[in-house]
């Protein structure tokens, strides 16, 4: 798939779900440079929220691990998909434009929600508080898509 086709949908996407279409826009290029099957470990992540699981036998290895993992165009971690109740059979899905698009969205509306309207500290949630720049890194690259 082109970049400009996942634009629109990416657009269309934010639309349904409330959002800002630059915003969702510039989170996708901050977060993936547009490759739907981006995918990045996060081994800290694993440690901290993962590991009580994996150690528990409460999911299999495969599971478990896919959990710290961010997927697709939203980078969306395995384990805050779950939270949010994607129930498809394995988190690589999340690298289906559509799917990793949607659940990306919904998860961001979420935040935002948390963060009372507030985009930059929904942007800092989203990132998990890490990069101080990342909010401002996000919004320059807004412009491009209004």
């Known amino acids: 798939m082109k970049t400009d086709e996942l634009i629109g949908m990416a657009r269309d996407v934010a639309t349904l779900r409330g959002l800002a279409p630059e915003l969702v826009c510039a989170i996708c290029e ?23 699981l994996a150690d528990s036998k409460a999911v299999t290895v495969t ?10 165009l939203m980078q969306v971690m395995g ?4 939270e949010q109740g994607f129930a498809g059979s394995m988190l690589a ?15 961001f509306a979420r935040k935002l929600a948390v963060a009372k309207g ?18 401002a890194q996000v919004m320059a690259r807004t412009e491009k898509y209004k």
């Open 30 to 52: 901050q977060e993936s440079g547009w490759n739907p099957w981006a995918v990045r470990y996060e081994p800290a992540f694993f440690e901290r929220y993962i590991s009580p």
């Open 93 to 107: 899905e999340l690298c289906e434009p559509s799917v990793g698009l949607d659940v990306g969205c919904g998860v």
């Open 63 to 72: 599971e478990a691990s896919s959990r710290a993992f961010s997927w697709g």
């Open 79 to 82: 384990q805050v998909a779950r």
């Open 118 to 135: 507030d985009v930059e500290r929904a942007l800092q949630l989203w990132n998990g508080g890490g990069d101080k720049e990342y909010s």
